[in-house]
């Protein structure tokens, strides 16, 4: 296994894998091809990584820069106004899901809040819980005797 491990060149199977697809994406088009050989010239292939692009190559040489996350609202919280009523049902029953609380605000406000706002509500619980979770691991102790 070894001996076999030691022969195998990556760059040649990369080659003969991409030139097997071309084949078989020109057969499916209904085109007789043939296989063309596959060389395993080390400078030829560097060099057409560059322009691989121009020939159809449909794999990217590059990766995106990942985006900053934003830290701001792009729309005007819909529970802005009722956020102290919900807060104080949360702080009362923390053990309520968020759509038990979600069904009991449309109950109380009726007509407010589509059922389409239930994520955002669920999405707002989470949020309270785990600033809740925060406040109880990190507390200080100085806090707790007041």
């Keep these: 296994m070894r001996a076999v491990a030691i022969q195998l060149d990556p760059l040649r199977l990369l080659e003969e894998i991409r030139s ?3 084949h078989l994406a020109a057969l499916a088009a209904g ?23 121009q020939h159809g190559e449909v794999r990217a040489t590059h990766r995106r820069t990942p985006r900053a996350a934003r830290d701001w609202r792009t729309r005007k919280d819909p529970f802005e106004s009722a956020w102290p009523c919900i807060r104080a049902w949360l702080e009362a029953e923390p053990d309520r899901i968020g ?14 809040f589509p059922d389409g706002q239930l994520r955002t509500f669920q999405r707002r619980v989470r949020e309270w819980r785990h600033a809740a979770a925060r406040q109880l691991v990190f507390a200080s102790p100085s806090e707790d005797a007041a």
């Excluded at 296989?35 to 692009?53: K, S």
């Excluded at 759509?99 to 407010?112: A, D, M, T």
């Design 20 to 22: 097997v697809q071309h």
């Design 99 to 112: 759509r038990e609380l979600f069904v009991r605000l449309q109950r109380e406000l009726p007509g407010v």
């Design 31 to 53: 085109q007789t091809t043939h296989m063309p050989r596959a060389e395993g010239n080390l400078e030829a292939f560097l060099v057409g990584l560059a322009t691989a692009w």
